[in-house]
């Protein structure tokens, strides 16, 4: 069926009335939960993990049931031959779990350069919540940019071989490639700061910004705060090409896409200490962009159009649950991460 089932035209205040709950939401998180700065618990961590999971597990129910109540009432969808309002909303619930996945599993890999990024600006854990609060506010804009995009070029078959091609090409890339070295002061956002603002490393409590005398300082935490915004963009580029192939539905890759970077800080908090356990993610990952890669090149064309999403979600389970299990059966010998000096002198700018 090419006919879309969440047309912009007709459920453009569906998008309006999701941004605006996500605002609400973060605003009340920000507001109230976390109003001061302080360091989050491991304890606080995973149980804001648990509700963020239970928050998008609600959504998806409540999605599926407005999904079979609407579609048997709209008469665009129920003249088309076969169509049958039940299977389209059970798809839809399925196709929005998928993509949550595959979300959630590739911010692990993010979790791992953001520790990387603030240990070298040596960012004190007080102030990393806040920093990871705004990072994640510019994903949500940047998401929702490519995935805009996305939805406009996603009928054409150039660009569906173009953006499963780039999956393979990555996938195979991270299944070879060796422990990536990440240094934040080649970052062209960086750089670009570097050029536009005296720099100081002196942590000057929350602020992004210091005056000393007539000069204004940028601090580390507007240097880092730049980095994690660039990085999420470079791995956007790889999640929601990766979303499209399990669904061409842009309703179900946004909201799925947001669900999972509402709950990265928590589940960066709470796996920080122990994400190198799962030193054999990233093999799992690389296997399931190589998978959905190959959905859109040319698995979905040997299944008559469509790729069943019930044999998607278990093969992505499968390769990401395999990779999460062989870590803990074969643990990575202990391996500390080296304490990184940050990029600048102590003279207080560059």
Avoid at 126 to 143: D, S, T
């Amino acid at each position: 069926m090419t006919e879309s089932l969440f047309p912009f035209a007709q459920y453009w205040w569906f998008y309006l009335a999701f941004s605006a709950f996500v605002m609400g939401i973060l605003a009340l998180d920000l507001g109230l939960f976390h109003r001061g700065h302080k360091e989050v618990s491991f304890k606080e961590a995973t149980a804001w993990t648990c509700v963020w999971i239970s928050l998008a597990m609600t959504f998806n129910y409540l999605l599926y049931l407005y999904s079979a109540n609407t579609f048997a009432a709209d008469p665009r969808l129920t003249s088309i031959p076969g169509f049958v309002p039940a299977d389209a909303a059970k798809k839809v619930a399925l196709q929005f779990l998928a993509g949550y996945i595959v979300e959630e599993s590739l911010s692990m890999d993010n979790i791992f350069v953001f520790i990387l990024i603030f240990r070298y600006f040596a960012i004190p854990a007080v102030y990393q919540h806040r920093i990871l609060f705004l990072g994640i506010v510019g994903a949500i804009v940047f998401r929702g940019i490519f995935i805009t995009i996305g939805a406009a070029l996603i009928h054409y078959r150039w660009v569906v071989v173009v953006f499963g091609l780039f999956l393979v090409i990555t996938g195979i890339k991270m299944l070879f490639a060796g422990d990536d070295k990440i240094d934040p002061s080649q970052n062209p956002l960086v750089k670009l700061l570097s050029k536009r603002f005296r720099i100081t490393t002196t942590i000057h409590g929350p602020d992004f910004f210091v005056r000393t005398g007539s000069i204004v300082y940028a601090t580390p935490l507007l240097v880092t705060l730049a980095c994690i915004e660039t990085t999420d963009i470079l791995f956007a580029i790889d999640s929601v090409p990766a979303v499209f192939a399990l669904t061409k539905e842009p309703l179900i890759v946004f909201t799925s896409n947001i669900f999972a970077i509402l709950g990265l800080r928590s589940m960066y908090f709470m796996l920080a200490g122990a994400i190198d356990r799962f030193y054999l993610l990233k093999y799992g990952l690389a296997l399931v962009l190589t998978f959905v890669g190959c959905k859109m090149l040319f698995l979905h064309h040997l299944w008559g159009g469509e790729f069943p999403i019930t044999l998607s979600l278990a093969i992505i389970a499968a390769l990401l649950g395999g990779s999460i299990v062989l870590s803990l059966i074969f643990p990575k010998r202990a391996e500390p991460l080296p304490a990184i000096e940050p990029a600048h002198g102590d003279s207080g700018q560059s």
